[in-house]
């Protein structure tokens, strides 16, 4: 599956197959976060991220039908009409189901209200009464304000596209589109020679979509730092989608909040056979696991039990891998996206970390990783066997300061020779000064 970006983020250009085992390696500032961030809305956008957003739209259209329902009641009697409770009542049912909103009849309901209105008698000054006549405007606007939101009929491939729109969003905290270059972004996914989805956005908006086929791909997770396990109880309380406002869209995006809700629920997860088994557990000896009564992530080695607070970095790190593939969160029709995994990690653990992704790759899923350690980086290439479908890619910015992404077939060396550059002009350096 070949994923092409332009203007995107901090890419400019990019294009990079996703196959078993796929690694882009560079220097920092070089776009290979965005590449990360990218697969995983649009995975999410096919898969998961739907029904999310129908849950939410179905609480929105409840609260809605809600709304019309007591505007109604403002202006008219309801023990003159217990037919309109009885109505909404029904209604409600349908509030998961868009298409199923049947406006005509709400439309014949207001019909009636209009004619019995004036009809009705106000008890007390024995006059018509003007209550539901002076509210039937807002009722109306109220009624226009639902249509406009929910009968919109759209196609899948419309519907995907706002999704992968919205997931972006929260991805890049609403800004999508490279500021250094001029024109609209610009995604095309093929698979084969299958083009899947080819799309151009705004920050604001989807300007073209074409495609919809499926990915083939029921699950995307995003790990970029240990650090989640010790803020989860901060983030516990978000849905899936992580929206929660404003602020909150622009502060956590939506693969943060995911992540979190997949560590919580792994311990009940899927279990690899023996022979399927990646040893993260041997490197650190124990077991990270969530404790549903104290509501946080703790450390169990034996006897004891360390709270995530108090757990290494390099630890968490290693754990979080551990428990998505104790969760059935790893798998061959999953993504697993690790964004710089050997943060946090001395090097004998990179190599152990390297070690553990192959053999996952190697047993059947498909994990993209961006580093910039030579050292994760030549035990990921030292460990790719030859049953593992792999491909390596340098990121490297050129004289003119445009990133280029280039398929090093394999071959690394001029990867590991400017990522080793540093030190070796610092030992340069330093040897100079002593002479």
């Known amino acids: 599956m070949n994923l092409t970006l332009e203007r995107i983020g901090a890419v400019q250009y990019a294009s990079i197959d996703l196959v078993g085992l796929t690694v882009i390696a560079g220097e920092n500032d070089t776009g290979k976060s965005t590449l990360g961030k990218v697969s995983f809305a649009l995975v999410q956008a096919f898969s998961t991220f739907p029904i999310a957003v129908k849950k939410n739209n179905g609480a929105r259209l409840r609260r809605e039908l809600d709304m019309l329902y007591f505007e109604i009641r403002r202006g008219f009697d309801i023990a003159r009409h217990p037919d309109i409770r009885h109505f909404f009542s029904s209604l409600r049912v349908h509030s998961t189901d868009v298409q199923s909103i049947p406006f005509s009849d709400i439309e014949k309901l207001i019909q009636v209200l209009e004619v019995s209105d004036t009809q009705e008698f106000d008890e007390k000054l024995d006059k018509p009464s003007a209550r539901g006549t002076s509210r039937l405007p807002q009722i109306r606007r109220r009624i226009e304000r639902l249509r406009q939101e929910f009968e919109r009929t759209v196609t899948d491939e419309q519907a995907i596209g706002r999704l992968v729109h919205q997931a972006l969003s929260s991805e890049f905290a609403g800004e999508i589109q490279n500021v250094s270059t001029a024109g609209v972004a610009r995604i095309s ?3 084969g020679a299958t083009a899947v989805l080819e799309m151009k956005i705004t920050n604001s908006d989807v300007v ?11 699950d995307a997770t995003l790990v970029d ?4 396990l010790q803020y989860y109880p901060a983030i516990s309380g978000y849905d899936g989608l992580g929206f929660g406002g404003a602020s909150y869209r622009a502060a956590i995006p939506y693969h943060t909040v995911d992540l979190a809700n997949k560590l919580k629920g792994a311990h009940d997860g899927f279990k690899f056979s023996k022979e399927e088994y990646a040893p993260f557990c041997d490197v650190f000896a124990g077991e990270v696991v969530y404790d549903d ?3 946080n992530f703790y450390l169990k080695r034996g006897s004891l039990k360390i709270p995530s607070v108090n757990i290494a970095s390099g630890i968490k790190a290693l754990s979080i891998v551990d428990m998505l593939r104790k969760g059935d969160y790893i798998n061959d029709d999953t993504l697993l996206i690790l964004d710089e995994p050997e943060t946090n990690l001395h090097p004998t653990w990179q190599i152990a970390y390297a070690r553990a992704i192959c053999h996952l790759v190697e047993v059947g899923a498909r994990i993209l990783v961006t580093t ?3 050292y994760m980086l ?4 030292g460990y790719c066997s030859d049953g593992i479908d792999s491909k390596f890619y340098f990121a490297e910015r050129d004289a003119d300061g445009v990133v280029r992404y280039i398929d090093t077939l394999g071959d690394i060396s001029e990867i ?3 990522l080793s550059k540093p030190l070796s002009d610092f ?9």
């Open 372 to 374: 910039h350690s030579p």
């Open 189 to 191: 996914l093929t698979d």
């Open 427 to 435: 030992l340069e350096e330093i040897s100079g000064d002593d002479f």
């Open 208 to 218: 073209e979509f074409s495609g919809g086929e499926p990915l083939g791909l029921r």
């Open 378 to 381: 030549e035990a990921l290439r």
């Open 416 to 418: 590991i020779e400017t």
């Open 225 to 228: 730092g240990p650090s989640i």
């Open 293 to 295: 009564e104290n509501e």
